[in-house]
């Protein structure tokens, strides 16, 4: 390479590292401004979008006292924090993980309704902490997806029984573990508080299973609790009822106020009526029974409290109405809708009963959602954005640099494959060559060679140069009559057209390189060109918009940046590709030359004239 060549790549190294010293400037400054959760880790790939999702149990949210393991916690989703057209149509994507962002948590969705936008979901959470606010993740947004609820998963063990009333035509289902259906069919009122609700007009009630699930021993602890709409103000009604042999517990509402009565083995007792239910809304009714005595509560606030224990109870119960005997008429059925009806086997915590009056009513303080998340792919997030902003010049730019990087592949491919040939072929001439003793025309160890030998060493640019050496020998031996000697001239002869066949393979080996250095120098100037002109169409349409601000000056201005980019893009790949092959076939012409000092001084050995050292030492003299 000569001198003005050296320069001028010395000088398009040194504009290319200042142009990738900005480059870098800019990236480190993109990063510093992202958000953290841009780099968080992602649960699954296959799902597009997420959405963190936190429960807030301190004072400033639903104010719990104590943590709380395995809670079932409702998730109300609606146009307002979620856009359903990302989800599949039956919200089989959705998906929940925890705060840790690899564990997947139990759920179950109650109702989803791609019409009105609505869905209703219970997540179980391992841990509720009161302290500080947990964190869990939603993910949706795969097409491919198949349903996961889990209803039986969601409760723990000594859940026993749970209706949601959103079934259509059959009894309520139990959705804890325990299978406990109910025994007859309800009405169905799809404006429920959770999705939808039994309604009752005071003449049908729910009968409840004949199950050992179900079944009290005396004293045993046990937790019941439902949401109910009455009708009417100051009614009477039984909403839930239990007997076996004298035995029984009730629930209802006397004058609007709820009670409890039970009367069992060690005597009986009703609670004093708290302040009447205001009708037409929703309140939460919950009975905590201890082997103590029992506890009624109202919207998660506890009221009388019973100092009789639970009965032993193994009769079938109702719901929403007293029935004393299978086939008998209800007594002070409820007239209103009745919703989420649990039972467990258990002694809940009181903060449990309030986190569920607090988190399933309408005025939720413990479910606080964040923002859409999207997953950054080459087609959505911001890669997505910078290609939707691209201006139609600066896709030309982009187009132009596309075609320079293809050819400067293409050129980097040959060549370095050409290159890998020409060494391995000159190696094995080279082993021919070293075997030739008294007769520098005669290769006789290349007639010993394979046919795959021979077609290999015709890449061989120093035997293409000694077949040149050698015929211009045999001629002159032809023309001297079979002379086994060379004169001066004749050996200076050959050594000229060995040097023009060296020029020739050197031109070979050279060719296409300047679509390299073509690459390298004028890429990242064609980039800079496209990034330009796209900053000037940017500003010029926030000067005819009249809107000055950053959403409407970042979109153009990362996509002009993008023609930068792909003119580095274009130029790095090229510069080391470019540097790599020089070096070989810098390699190359260093064994060329080598080979014609070493081919010609064999000749003048093998076919000495008088006069050649004469004039050797002349020429020597002269360098």
């Keep these: 390479m000569n001198p003005s060549t050296t320069r001028s790549s010395n000088r398009n190294a040194s504009l290319l590292a200042r142009w990738l010293s900005r480059l870098l400037l800019i990236c480190s400054a993109g990063l510093a401004m992202a958000p953290a959760s841009a780099f968080a880790s992602w649960w699954n790939h296959d799902w597009s979008y997420r959405k963190q999702i936190t429960l807030d149990a301190s004072p400033k949210g639903a104010a719990i006292a104590g943590d709380l393991n395995e809670v079932p916690v409702l998730i109300r989703l609606h146009d307002g924090v979620l856009k359903f057209s990302d989800l599949n149509a ?29 869905a ?43 209706y949601h009333f959103g079934e259509r035509g059959t009894p309520p289902q139990d959705s804890s573990s325990f299978a406990n259906n109910a025994q007859s069919p309800f009405a169905l009122d799809e404006s429920g508080l959770i999705g939808n609700s039994a309604k009752f007009d005071g003449n049908n009630v729910v009968t409840l299973p004949l199950s050992s699930s179900l079944t009290t021993a005396a004293a045993a602890p046990n937790t019941w609790s439902a949401w109910i709409k ?33 009367s069992g083995e060690a005597g009986a007792q009703s609670s004093t009526p708290s302040s009447p239910l205001s009708a037409g809304s929703w ?60 039972i467990a086997k258990v002694a ?22 964040g923002g859409d998340e999207a997953q950054s792919t080459w087609s959505s997030g911001y890669f997505g954005i910078i290609m939707k902003s691209v201006t139609l010049d600066g896709w030309v730019v982009i187009g132009i640099l596309f075609a320079m990087a293809v050819t400067s592949w293409i050129v980097m491919y040959s060549k370095g494959s050409y290159t890998s040939r020409v060494n391995r072929a000159n190696d094995l001439f080279t082993e021919q060559f070293r075997t ?26 120093l035997h293409r140069m000694y077949q040149v050496g050698r015929k211009e020998i045999l001629h002159r031996f032809q023309v001297q009559g079979h002379s086994s000697a060379l004169s001066a001239e004749s050996i200076e002869s050959i050594r000229a057209a060995i040097d023009a066949t060296l020029v020739r393979e050197n031109q070979r080996l050279s060719k296409n390189m300047v679509l390299l250095t073509i690459a390298i120098s004028g890429a990242p100037f064609l980039g800079l060109l496209g990034t330009v002109v796209g900053v000037m169409i940017t500003f010029a349409a ?40 020089l070096g070989r076939v810098k390699d190359i012409q260093a064994n060329m030359t080598v080979f014609v000092d070493e081919f010609v001084t064999l000749m003048a050995e093998m076919y000495p004239a008088s006069t050649y050292a004469h004039q050797a030492n002349l020429r020597n003299q002269q360098h």
């Design 436 to 461: 030739i003793s008294n007769d520098v025309t005669n290769l006789e160890s290349a007639q010993k060679m394979t046919d795959a030998e021979r077609a290999k060493l015709e890449e061989s640019t």
């Design 283 to 342: 309140h939460h009714l919950a009975l905590l029974a201890t082997a103590s005595g029992m506890t009624l509560y109202v919207d998660g606030q506890a009221g009388q409290t019973l100092a009789l224990p639970m009965p032993a109870l193994a009769g079938g119960a109702v719901l929403g109405g007293d029935v004393l005997n299978a086939g008998a008429p209800v007594q002070s059925g409820f007239k209103g809708e009745i919703d989420e009806l649990e």
């Design 348 to 369: 809940r915590d009181p903060a449990l009963i309030k986190l569920f009056a607090g988190n399933q009513g309408t005025e939720d303080k413990l479910v606080q959602f």
């Design 90 to 118: 039956d919200g089989s994507d959705l998906r929940f993980v925890a705060d840790d962002d690899k564990t997947p948590l139990k759920f179950h969705v109650e109702k989803y309704d791609s019409v009105f936008n609505l």
């Design 230 to 262: 009455p009708t009417a103000e100051g009614s009477d009604a039984v909403i839930y009822a239990q007997h076996d042999s004298g035995r029984s517990l009730q629930i209802g509402l006397t004058k609007g106020a709820a009670y409890v009565s039970v």
């Design 120 to 162: 209703f979901v219970w997540v179980q959470v391992p841990v509720l902490k009161s302290a500080a606010p947990t964190s869990i993740w939603m993910y949706y947004g795969n097409a491919n997806a198949t349903n996961a609820s889990d209803a039986r998963g969601t409760y723990d063990a000594n859940q026993t029984l749970v």
């Design 542 to 581: 926030i000067a005819a918009a009249g809107d000055v601000n950053v959403n409407a000056i970042a979109p153009g201005i990362s996509a002009a940046l993008l023609a930068t980019v792909a003119g580095m893009a274009v130029a790095i790949p090229a510069l080391f590709g470019y540097n790599y092959l």
